[in-house]
């Protein structure tokens, strides 16, 4: 609940008990990749018709008016879900693709430090072989064998 008033899915939920109808409400999600934002509720019904354009006659209809709209209202009802549902997965990709994008990140800088470690392990080892031949070489020295 935000500033008193429901807000998203619970709010068309509430909003249907309270008597305002089914339907008349669906939750959209804001389509910008990366950003968190409040879903933004859009208006299903009732429709508004489109102003008819100047001396435009009416179309002509093989069904009687109440079944066409019945049947029209189902049909758009069903695009405006299926928009709903498909706006709804691609915000969902983009948000798994951002999270496999940082996890590569994250990936990068490891195998980064590992090389950086594996550098410094050989390193080492590079001069300890480095020291064992100058201290031989001592030793050979300091026993008069040259």
Same mark, same amino acid.
Not at 34 to 37: F, P, Q, S
């Given at each position: 609940m935000r500033n008193g008033r429901e807000t998203g899915v619970a709010g068309s939920i509430g909003g249907w008990h309270r008597g305002q109808g089914p339907a008349r409400q669906a939750a959209a999600r804001n389509s910008q990749a990366?950003?968190?934002?409040e879903p933004k509720l859009k208006r299903l019904l009732p429709i508004s018709p489109p102003p008819p354009p100047p001396l435009a006659h009416p179309p002509g209809l093989q069904l009687a008016p109440a079944r066409f709209f019945a049947e029209l209202l189902d049909q758009y009802l069903l695009a405006a879900l299926y928009? &709903?549902?498909? @706006?709804?997965?691609?915000?969902e990709s983009r948000q798994r693709l951002a999270h496999m994008e940082h996890a590569l990140d994250r990936l990068d800088e490891t195998v980064g430090e590992l090389a950086l470690k594996r550098n410094a &392990?050989?390193? @080492?080892?590079?001069?300890?072989?480095?020291?064992?031949?100058l201290s031989s070489e001592q030793a050979l020295r300091q026993s008069g064998v040259q």
């Open positions: 990366g950003t968190e934002r928009g &709903l549902l498909y @706006e709804s997965l691609a915000a &392990l050989r390193q @080492e080892k590079i001069v300890e072989e480095i020291e064992v031949i």
